[in-house]
Protein backbone atom coordinates (compact mmCIF):
# COMPACT_ATOMS: atom_id res chain seq x y z
CA UNK A 1 0.00 0.00 0.00
CA UNK A 2 1.29 3.53 -0.91
CA UNK A 3 1.65 6.02 2.04
CA UNK A 4 3.41 9.03 3.54
CA UNK A 5 6.31 9.17 6.29
CA UNK A 6 5.02 12.04 8.69
CA UNK A 7 7.41 14.34 9.94
CA UNK A 8 8.25 14.94 13.78
CA UNK A 9 5.70 17.10 15.71
CA UNK A 10 2.91 16.74 13.53
CA UNK A 11 -0.21 17.20 14.44
CA UNK A 12 -1.18 13.57 14.40
CA UNK A 13 1.43 12.79 17.50
CA UNK A 14 -1.08 14.65 19.64
CA UNK A 15 -4.13 12.87 18.73
CA UNK A 16 -5.33 14.63 15.76
CA UNK A 17 -6.25 12.92 12.35
CA UNK A 18 -4.90 15.66 9.90
CA UNK A 19 -1.71 15.53 8.17
CA UNK A 20 -0.77 18.95 5.99
CA UNK A 21 1.59 19.06 2.99
CA UNK A 22 3.97 20.93 5.40
CA UNK A 23 3.76 17.79 8.25
CA UNK A 24 5.03 15.08 5.15
CA UNK A 25 8.81 14.25 5.33
CA UNK A 26 8.09 11.85 1.93
CA UNK A 27 5.96 9.56 0.41
CA UNK A 28 6.44 6.29 -0.97
CA UNK A 29 4.37 4.13 -3.80
CA UNK A 30 2.81 6.48 -5.83
CA UNK A 31 -0.43 7.11 -3.82
CA UNK A 32 -2.75 8.83 -6.22
CA UNK A 33 -5.59 11.17 -5.81
CA UNK A 34 -8.34 9.34 -3.51
CA UNK A 35 -6.39 6.17 -2.46
CA UNK A 36 -6.77 4.30 0.76
CA UNK A 37 -2.73 5.13 1.69
CA UNK A 38 -1.00 3.76 4.96
CA UNK A 39 0.73 6.72 7.46
CA UNK A 40 4.35 5.95 9.26
CA UNK A 41 6.00 7.92 11.10
CA UNK A 42 9.83 8.95 10.47
CA UNK A 43 10.86 5.65 12.07
CA UNK A 44 9.23 3.43 9.72
CA UNK A 45 6.44 2.72 12.47
CA UNK A 46 2.24 2.54 11.06
CA UNK A 47 0.13 5.09 12.33
CA UNK A 48 -2.55 3.80 11.08
CA UNK A 49 -4.67 4.00 7.63
CA UNK A 50 -5.90 7.24 5.88
CA UNK A 51 -7.04 8.84 2.36
CA UNK A 52 -4.92 10.45 0.42
CA UNK A 53 -5.60 14.06 -2.10
CA UNK A 54 -2.59 16.19 -2.67
CA UNK A 55 -5.21 19.32 -4.09
CA UNK A 56 -6.49 19.87 -0.65
CA UNK A 57 -4.41 21.77 2.25
CA UNK A 58 -5.23 18.48 4.13
CA UNK A 59 -3.53 16.26 2.23
CA UNK A 60 -4.51 12.89 4.56
CA UNK A 61 -7.00 12.25 6.43
CA UNK A 62 -6.68 8.99 8.83
CA UNK A 63 -9.73 7.14 9.58
CA UNK A 64 -8.01 4.13 11.62
CA UNK A 65 -4.70 3.16 13.24
CA UNK A 66 -4.67 0.20 11.50
CA UNK A 67 -4.27 -1.29 7.62
CA UNK A 68 -7.80 -0.75 6.67
CA UNK A 69 -9.98 -0.33 3.14
CA UNK A 70 -12.36 1.56 2.40
CA UNK A 71 -14.96 -1.62 1.39
CA UNK A 72 -18.28 -2.64 1.20
CA UNK A 73 -17.68 -4.20 5.06
CA UNK A 74 -15.72 -1.04 6.37
CA UNK A 75 -18.58 1.24 5.41
CA UNK A 76 -21.69 -1.09 6.94
CA UNK A 77 -19.76 -1.43 10.25
CA UNK A 78 -18.73 2.19 10.67
CA UNK A 79 -22.45 3.32 9.41
CA UNK A 80 -24.10 0.42 11.94
CA UNK A 81 -21.83 1.76 14.75
CA UNK A 82 -22.79 5.41 13.89
CA UNK A 83 -26.57 4.60 14.09
CA UNK A 84 -26.02 2.21 17.90
CA UNK A 85 -24.21 5.62 19.14
CA UNK A 86 -27.26 7.99 18.29
CA UNK A 87 -29.22 4.44 19.44
CA UNK A 88 -28.47 5.95 23.02
CA UNK A 89 -28.58 9.46 23.05
CA UNK A 90 -31.51 10.85 25.33
CA UNK A 91 -34.48 12.83 23.99
CA UNK A 92 -33.03 12.36 20.55
CA UNK A 93 -35.68 11.03 17.17
CA UNK A 94 -33.28 8.43 15.70
CA UNK A 95 -35.11 9.04 12.13
CA UNK A 96 -34.65 12.74 12.31
CA UNK A 97 -31.12 13.16 12.84
CA UNK A 98 -27.76 12.99 11.93
CA UNK A 99 -26.44 9.63 11.64
CA UNK A 100 -23.18 9.85 10.23
CA UNK A 101 -20.88 13.05 10.87
CA UNK A 102 -17.58 12.74 8.82
CA UNK A 103 -14.43 12.76 11.47
CA UNK A 104 -16.48 11.82 14.44
CA UNK A 105 -17.71 8.70 13.39
CA UNK A 106 -14.41 7.47 11.94
CA UNK A 107 -16.04 8.10 7.94
CA UNK A 108 -13.95 11.49 7.04
CA UNK A 109 -15.99 13.47 4.55
CA UNK A 110 -18.74 11.14 4.88
CA UNK A 111 -22.37 12.83 6.12
CA UNK A 112 -25.89 10.93 6.18
CA UNK A 113 -28.99 12.92 7.46
CA UNK A 114 -31.95 10.72 7.99
CA UNK A 115 -35.33 12.05 7.64
CA UNK A 116 -37.85 8.52 8.51
CA UNK A 117 -37.82 6.90 4.99
CA UNK A 118 -35.45 9.16 3.22
CA UNK A 119 -31.38 9.69 3.65
CA UNK A 120 -29.44 13.00 2.60
CA UNK A 121 -25.95 12.07 1.89
CA UNK A 122 -22.85 14.68 1.50
CA UNK A 123 -19.58 13.51 0.53
CA UNK A 124 -16.84 16.09 0.96
CA UNK A 125 -13.73 14.72 0.21
CA UNK A 126 -12.42 12.87 -2.93
CA UNK A 127 -12.01 9.74 -1.26
CA UNK A 128 -15.83 9.15 -0.28
CA UNK A 129 -16.91 10.57 -3.59
CA UNK A 130 -14.93 8.12 -5.72
CA UNK A 131 -16.52 5.49 -3.21
CA UNK A 132 -20.28 6.85 -3.00
CA UNK A 133 -21.75 3.95 -4.68
CA UNK A 134 -20.54 1.30 -1.97
CA UNK A 135 -21.27 3.88 0.50
CA UNK A 136 -24.74 3.57 -0.92
CA UNK A 137 -25.12 -0.17 -0.80
CA UNK A 138 -23.96 0.04 2.99
CA UNK A 139 -26.96 2.27 4.02
CA UNK A 140 -29.06 -0.01 2.10
CA UNK A 141 -28.06 -3.04 3.80
CA UNK A 142 -28.13 -0.95 7.25
CA UNK A 143 -31.51 1.05 6.50
CA UNK A 144 -33.24 -0.03 3.70
CA UNK A 145 -34.28 3.67 2.84
CA UNK A 146 -36.68 4.61 0.52
CA UNK A 147 -34.32 6.93 -0.90
CA UNK A 148 -30.76 8.51 -0.89
CA UNK A 149 -30.63 11.74 -2.13
CA UNK A 150 -26.64 12.99 -2.65
CA UNK A 151 -26.40 16.60 -2.20
CA UNK A 152 -23.20 17.99 -2.85
CA UNK A 153 -23.68 21.30 -3.79
CA UNK A 154 -21.64 22.38 -0.59
CA UNK A 155 -18.96 24.90 -1.29
CA UNK A 156 -16.46 23.16 0.85
CA UNK A 157 -16.07 20.48 -2.35
CA UNK A 158 -13.93 22.96 -3.93
CA UNK A 159 -11.09 22.93 -1.49
CA UNK A 160 -10.48 18.94 -2.53
CA UNK A 161 -10.99 20.06 -6.20
CA UNK A 162 -14.44 18.50 -6.73
CA UNK A 163 -17.37 20.25 -8.42
CA UNK A 164 -21.08 20.84 -6.72
CA UNK A 165 -23.50 18.56 -7.91
CA UNK A 166 -26.99 16.73 -6.76
CA UNK A 167 -28.39 13.31 -7.62
CA UNK A 168 -30.29 10.64 -6.67
CA UNK A 169 -28.25 7.81 -5.71
CA UNK A 170 -31.51 5.06 -4.69
CA UNK A 171 -35.06 4.74 -5.16
CA UNK A 172 -37.37 8.22 -6.43
CA UNK A 173 -37.40 11.31 -5.86
CA UNK A 174 -39.35 11.75 -2.52
CA UNK A 175 -40.61 15.65 -3.24
CA UNK A 176 -41.51 17.46 -1.04
CA UNK A 177 -42.65 15.98 2.27
CA UNK A 178 -43.15 16.90 6.60
CA UNK A 179 -41.55 15.99 9.23
CA UNK A 180 -41.72 16.98 12.62
CA UNK A 181 -39.73 17.32 15.59
CA UNK A 182 -40.03 19.76 19.01
CA UNK A 183 -43.67 19.77 17.97
CA UNK A 184 -43.85 21.74 14.57
CA UNK A 185 -44.07 20.42 11.54
CA UNK A 186 -41.91 21.29 8.44
CA UNK A 187 -42.18 20.69 4.85
CA UNK A 188 -38.75 19.92 3.42
CA UNK A 189 -37.53 18.98 -0.09
CA UNK A 190 -34.28 16.98 -0.27
CA UNK A 191 -33.59 17.57 -4.28
CA UNK A 192 -34.97 21.00 -4.87
CA UNK A 193 -35.12 22.18 -1.57
CA UNK A 194 -32.55 24.90 -0.09
CA UNK A 195 -29.87 23.27 1.74
CA UNK A 196 -29.92 19.46 3.57
CA UNK A 197 -33.30 19.72 4.64
CA UNK A 198 -32.92 20.98 8.08
CA UNK A 199 -30.19 22.38 10.23
CA UNK A 200 -30.36 19.36 12.15
CA UNK A 201 -27.34 20.85 14.90
CA UNK A 202 -29.63 23.49 15.75
CA UNK A 203 -32.80 21.63 16.75
CA UNK A 204 -32.06 21.69 20.25
CA UNK A 205 -31.26 25.13 20.42
CA UNK A 206 -34.58 26.22 18.96
CA UNK A 207 -36.37 24.27 21.72
CA UNK A 208 -33.71 26.01 24.16
CA UNK A 209 -34.21 29.29 23.19
CA UNK A 210 -38.05 28.78 22.87
CA UNK A 211 -38.93 28.19 26.46
CA UNK A 212 -37.70 31.14 26.91
CA UNK A 213 -39.56 33.27 24.62
CA UNK A 214 -43.38 33.13 26.11
CA UNK A 215 -44.95 36.66 26.22
CA UNK A 216 -42.14 38.43 24.64
CA UNK A 217 -41.65 40.21 21.24
CA UNK A 218 -39.51 37.86 19.24
CA UNK A 219 -37.30 38.81 15.91
CA UNK A 220 -35.62 35.90 14.23
CA UNK A 221 -32.79 37.13 12.14
CA UNK A 222 -31.15 34.54 9.39
CA UNK A 223 -34.53 32.34 9.78
CA UNK A 224 -33.71 30.29 6.97
CA UNK A 225 -37.06 27.93 7.21
CA UNK A 226 -38.00 29.80 10.22
CA UNK A 227 -37.17 27.41 12.66
CA UNK A 228 -36.34 29.65 15.59
CA UNK A 229 -39.75 31.68 15.17
CA UNK A 230 -41.58 28.75 14.87
CA UNK A 231 -40.50 27.15 17.69
CA UNK A 232 -41.06 30.53 19.64
CA UNK A 233 -44.52 31.53 18.16
CA UNK A 234 -45.48 27.85 19.37
CA UNK A 235 -44.38 28.07 22.78
CA UNK A 236 -46.57 31.42 23.29
CA UNK A 237 -44.47 34.32 22.10
CA UNK A 238 -46.85 37.58 21.50
CA UNK A 239 -45.29 38.86 18.29
CA UNK A 240 -42.41 36.78 16.01
CA UNK A 241 -40.74 38.62 13.17
CA UNK A 242 -38.23 36.34 10.98
CA UNK A 243 -35.74 37.91 8.52
CA UNK A 244 -33.74 36.86 6.26
CA UNK A 245 -32.33 37.54 2.71
CA UNK A 246 -33.45 34.53 0.78
CA UNK A 247 -36.94 34.30 -1.23
CA UNK A 248 -36.98 30.84 -1.04
CA UNK A 249 -36.40 30.34 2.36
CA UNK A 250 -38.78 33.16 3.22
CA UNK A 251 -41.69 31.39 1.63
CA UNK A 252 -40.39 27.75 3.06
CA UNK A 253 -40.57 29.76 6.57
CA UNK A 254 -44.09 30.77 5.77
CA UNK A 255 -45.08 27.37 4.62
CA UNK A 256 -44.22 25.82 7.76
CA UNK A 257 -46.13 28.57 9.72
CA UNK A 258 -49.54 27.66 7.61
CA UNK A 259 -48.55 24.06 8.50
CA UNK A 260 -48.55 24.41 11.97
CA UNK A 261 -51.52 27.58 12.05
CA UNK A 262 -48.54 29.91 13.42
CA UNK A 263 -49.05 33.24 13.00
CA UNK A 264 -45.31 34.89 12.34
CA UNK A 265 -44.34 37.71 10.06
CA UNK A 266 -41.43 37.05 7.36
CA UNK A 267 -39.67 39.87 6.20
CA UNK A 268 -37.42 39.35 2.89
CA UNK A 269 -34.43 41.66 3.64
CA UNK A 270 -30.70 41.63 4.12
CA UNK A 271 -30.10 41.27 8.08
CA UNK A 272 -27.63 44.09 7.95
CA UNK A 273 -29.51 46.43 6.61
CA UNK A 274 -32.92 45.55 8.51
CA UNK A 275 -31.10 45.95 12.01
CA UNK A 276 -29.73 49.67 10.54
CA UNK A 277 -33.43 50.40 10.09
CA UNK A 278 -35.70 48.71 12.50
CA UNK A 279 -37.17 50.12 16.01
CA UNK A 280 -35.89 49.11 18.96
CA UNK A 281 -39.22 47.14 20.01
CA UNK A 282 -38.18 43.74 20.77
CA UNK A 283 -37.83 41.59 23.92
CA UNK A 284 -36.05 38.92 22.14
CA UNK A 285 -33.40 38.77 18.88
CA UNK A 286 -32.01 35.98 17.23
CA UNK A 287 -29.17 35.85 15.46
CA UNK A 288 -28.16 32.77 13.93
CA UNK A 289 -26.50 33.71 10.89
CA UNK A 290 -24.49 31.45 7.77
CA UNK A 291 -20.34 31.02 8.20
CA UNK A 292 -19.28 34.35 8.02
CA UNK A 293 -15.89 32.11 6.97
CA UNK A 294 -14.58 29.55 5.72
CA UNK A 295 -11.30 29.83 6.64
CA UNK A 296 -8.12 31.40 8.84
CA UNK A 297 -7.92 34.25 6.33
CA UNK A 298 -11.03 35.87 6.60
CA UNK A 299 -11.54 35.11 10.28
CA UNK A 300 -10.88 39.12 11.32
CA UNK A 301 -13.35 40.23 8.32
CA UNK A 302 -16.07 37.87 9.81
CA UNK A 303 -15.10 38.67 13.70
CA UNK A 304 -16.45 42.57 12.01
CA UNK A 305 -19.46 41.05 11.20
CA UNK A 306 -20.50 39.41 14.03
CA UNK A 307 -19.65 42.81 16.05
CA UNK A 308 -22.08 44.56 13.82
CA UNK A 309 -25.15 42.86 13.95
CA UNK A 310 -24.20 41.99 17.71
CA UNK A 311 -24.30 45.82 18.09
CA UNK A 312 -26.87 46.50 15.93
CA UNK A 313 -28.91 44.39 18.03
CA UNK A 314 -28.50 45.19 20.96
CA UNK A 315 -29.38 48.53 20.26
CA UNK A 316 -33.19 47.23 18.97
CA UNK A 317 -33.61 44.95 22.42
CA UNK A 318 -35.89 46.84 25.30
CA UNK A 319 -35.40 46.57 29.20
CA UNK A 320 -33.91 42.80 30.31
CA UNK A 321 -34.00 42.06 26.71
CA UNK A 322 -32.63 38.71 25.83
CA UNK A 323 -30.18 38.20 23.32
CA UNK A 324 -29.59 34.48 21.22
CA UNK A 325 -26.30 34.62 19.17
CA UNK A 326 -24.87 31.57 16.87
CA UNK A 327 -21.67 30.92 15.19
CA UNK A 328 -21.43 28.08 13.18
CA UNK A 329 -18.07 28.32 12.14
CA UNK A 330 -15.32 25.78 13.33
CA UNK A 331 -12.27 28.90 12.43
CA UNK A 332 -14.27 31.16 15.37
CA UNK A 333 -13.44 29.81 19.03
CA UNK A 334 -15.97 30.03 21.57
CA UNK A 335 -13.66 32.30 23.44
CA UNK A 336 -13.32 34.54 20.11
CA UNK A 337 -16.89 34.53 20.00
CA UNK A 338 -17.54 35.45 23.28
CA UNK A 339 -14.67 38.41 23.27
CA UNK A 340 -16.64 39.23 20.49
CA UNK A 341 -19.96 39.79 22.14
CA UNK A 342 -18.57 40.91 25.04
CA UNK A 343 -16.82 43.83 22.89
CA UNK A 344 -19.83 44.68 21.43
CA UNK A 345 -21.82 45.06 24.89
CA UNK A 346 -19.39 47.22 25.91
CA UNK A 347 -19.47 49.62 22.42
CA UNK A 348 -23.21 49.76 22.98
CA UNK A 349 -22.94 50.40 26.65
CA UNK A 350 -25.32 47.67 27.84
CA UNK A 351 -24.50 45.25 30.63
CA UNK A 352 -25.38 41.75 29.41
CA UNK A 353 -25.69 38.23 31.98
CA UNK A 354 -25.12 35.27 30.41
CA UNK A 355 -28.05 33.03 30.48
CA UNK A 356 -27.60 30.11 28.68
CA UNK A 357 -24.39 28.49 26.29
CA UNK A 358 -25.98 26.71 23.14
CA UNK A 359 -23.83 24.11 20.89
CA UNK A 360 -24.45 21.49 18.05
CA UNK A 361 -26.86 18.40 18.67
CA UNK A 362 -25.02 15.58 20.39
CA UNK A 363 -25.81 13.52 16.93
CA UNK A 364 -23.28 15.69 15.84
CA UNK A 365 -20.22 14.28 18.49
CA UNK A 366 -17.14 15.84 19.04
CA UNK A 367 -13.59 14.11 19.02
CA UNK A 368 -11.82 16.17 22.06
CA UNK A 369 -8.75 16.04 19.98
CA UNK A 370 -9.84 16.81 16.45
CA UNK A 371 -11.40 20.56 17.59
CA UNK A 372 -12.67 20.79 14.29
CA UNK A 373 -15.63 18.67 14.62
CA UNK A 374 -16.73 21.39 17.12
CA UNK A 375 -17.92 24.16 15.32
CA UNK A 376 -21.03 25.52 16.69
CA UNK A 377 -21.54 27.47 19.55
CA UNK A 378 -24.17 30.19 21.09
CA UNK A 379 -25.04 31.99 24.05
CA UNK A 380 -28.00 33.99 24.95
CA UNK A 381 -27.67 36.87 27.29
CA UNK A 382 -30.04 39.31 28.72
CA UNK A 383 -29.52 43.22 29.42
CA UNK A 384 -29.43 44.02 32.73
CA UNK A 385 -29.59 47.71 34.53
CA UNK A 386 -25.96 49.84 34.32
CA UNK A 387 -24.49 49.98 37.72
Given at each position: ????????????????????????????????????????????????????????QIVARRFSRRRQDLDLDFFTRRIQQAINLRAGLEGLDEKLCRIVWS???????????????????????????????????????????????????????????????????????????????????????????????????????????????????????????????????????????????????????????????????????????????????????????????????????????????????????????????????????????????????????????????????????????????SYLKGFTSQLIATR
Amino acid sequence: MPGLIIAPRARIFHGHEWVYATEIKKSFGNPQPGDVITLKDFRDRPLGSAIFNPASQIVARRFSRRRQDLDLDFFTRRIQQAINLRAGLEGLDEKLCRIVWSESDGIPGLIVDRYGDHLCVQTTTLAMDMRKDIIRDALIAVLNPASITLRNDSPSRKAEGMEESIELLHGVNPGSFNVETNGITYEIDLIDGQKTGLYLDQLQAHAEVAKMSKGLRVLDCFTNQGGFALACKKAGAAKVTAVDISGPACASARRNAELNGLDIEVIEANVFDFLKTAKPEYDLIILDPPSFTRNKKTLNDAMRGYKEIHLRALKLLEKDGLLSTFCCSHHASRELFLDNLASASVDAKKSLRLVAEHTQRPDHPVLITLPETSYLKGFTSQLIATR
